[in-house]
């Protein structure tokens, strides 16, 4: 049975550094059989956390219900029907982007916090899905995690979203034209990135 893979990108701009190296992982996975759907954060309609805590009021190992009615629920269940998850954002104003923060903060149904109680409990420890981490700034490519809070984001919506990451690709440099070209040394590495998803 062939691999499955969802790319979740939380780029306003489409062509940019952000599509082409996702692009290039699903590609390589695509190599190896894998079957990879690729989702614009911007093309989802996607409501606001309204911080109700409804869904955190149900037991259970399964994320909560939201109260709202849009595309969350689609994206959700396709991601758990994954092998893997991709999960790619540019770098704004020291974090991931605003749309990916929308999609981040809607999974908080991930995790039991019962009103009365102190914190919240993350329903299950199980990480069945693998995921890869993907960000670019106009910094260099090493300072994204020691700088910024978006590697932190990202790691945190591939807990909520049962993934263990097994990789990371910091695009560094990103701002230097309105569409860089990505080096070889990039694209070879999110192409083996894309290899280890699909394996």
Known sequence: MPRRIVAIVGSYRRGGTIDTAVAAMLEAARELGAETHLIHLTEQHIEFCRNCRQCMQETGDTRGRCVQDDD???ILDEIEAADSVVLAAPVNCYNVTAIFRRFMERLVGAAYWPWGAKSPIVRTKTKPRKAVLVASSAMPGFLIPLATGAARALKVTAAMLG??????????????????????KVIERARRLGFDLAA
């Not at 097994?166 to 990505?182: E, F, N, Q, V």
């Open 163 to 184: 993934a263990r990451s097994i990789g990371r690709l910091w695009i560094g440099m990103a701002a230097r034209t309105p569409y860089p070209a990505l080096s070889p």
């Open 72 to 74: 969350l629920k689609e």
